[in-house]
């Protein structure tokens, strides 16, 4: 063998970044100790510290690459100060922002597990008993759904991910041409069928997978935001009569503002009937199924061909992990199977074995699927249940007290998540006026809440109002925490409305008084 002019002859000996098993026990006691810290003073810490860009930027350092290494117990240390200090604490008690769950512990030792062992679950051979625990954890979730337990299924990155994966199946499934070969020609057409609440991973998808977004149809919804069925019939038709393909129907269990619940079954009906691809939107929403009364309408996605999830949310897995489940798990394989001449599997080997390279977009995959497994074995069905119907108790408390508010006005209220606004009552919301300052104030109120580190919501705009939003999937929410939310959100909106509040409103406001 020859190596190049000058380069030294390799080392022998430990390489810098192995560690002992004496240096990981004790580095790794010390993380374990400091995470136990974090976990135990969570509720005490603001849900979001005061940052600024610039004092970020300060507190990394923004040198370059270092030219030399340094002590791994120092680079812990930071690490965890860093990032237990300025960020978001998806964790915290009240934190009801967006959709994020809070993440149970088991998931942090089952990643530290899949880390130090690091199966690639690529395929059988490579990671047998991770491929196997990923399959079991999958049909653990199609059963908490009530959906057929041989479905195709693997983990994602993320709810966004798993949507792609019954895009992607539906489109090999309902073009009646090679389009895996050929791609989308021109004169293709396909449509896909959306509410208008629908999450903007279908526009990636739709860009991303050659459709374009015009192929778009952006249904109307009712009055409480679920996709109207006649005017989705209707566009179907017309689409038809056009010489367009419709091909896939989406129906959402849980919108990302209100928590809406799509009229599943009858779309179900719809499709069958039609000969589309149904697939459901199940990110946020679709595992309230286990709870007790939540809405007829999501058993029908029982019937769906194809069902996202996300486990980063009502699984209360720590990010990151979605799910993808598809029926007919030779329609998975069929989308996204090639096989390189340099993977050769040993013949002796089960045909029905899976290799997850086939499943989805992903060749080398991490060991996502562990943690989702361990946090399901730590519950059990009846304590998962549980979690999640307290989850929806906690929000269903939060409407009701903050309706007997006197200056709040609960808006919605479906699955976990909760809208209202901050609506001082000398204010008469009938005028044009009155109603852009309401939308003004509570913008600036969603502001000044979640840089308080007292609670932190999002927002939602419903028939073009600007509305404070709470999504609780959080199983360190107490009691407590819903109650103190009513009192946070009129202190800070008093203080906001004393500094915005317009004259001419305010002479408005001074007469509705008197
Ligand atoms: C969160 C969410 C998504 C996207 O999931 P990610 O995990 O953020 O990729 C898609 N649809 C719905 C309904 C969601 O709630």
Sequence with gaps: MTTEQGTDAPEDGPAPIGLSPDEFRALGYRLVDRIAEFLET???????PEVTPAGVRALLGQGPMPEDGADPATIIDEAASLIIDHNRLTGH??????IIGSAAPLGALADLLAGAVNPNVVSWPSSPMATEIELQAVRWIADLLGYPADCGGLFTSGGNAANFIGFLAARRARADWDVRAAGIGDARRLRVYVSRETHTWIEKAADLFGLGTDAIRWIETDG????DLAALERRIDEDQANGDRPFLVVGTAGTVSTGAVDPL???????RERGLWFHVDG??????IVAPDTPDALRGLREADSIAIDAHKWLYAPLEGGCALVRDRKTLRDTFSYRPPYYHYPGDLDEALVNFHDYGLQNSRGFRALKVWMILRQLGRKQYARLVARDIGHARELHQRLDEAPDIEAVTQALSITTFRYAPGDLAPATEAVESYLDDLNAALLTRIQRSGEAFLSNAVVGGRFLLRACITNFRTT???VRALPEIVTRLGREVDREMRPEALRRAGGEARR
């Design 93 to 98: 008690p009240r934190q009801w922002g967006y």
């Design 479 to 481: 009691r407590d925490d």
């Design 265 to 271: 079954p009858e779309m179900a009906a719809l499709c």
């Design 42 to 48: 969570l509720p005490e810490r603001p849900v979001m």
């Design 283 to 288: 990110a946020y929403g679709a595992l309230a």
């Design 224 to 227: 409480a935001l679920r996709m």
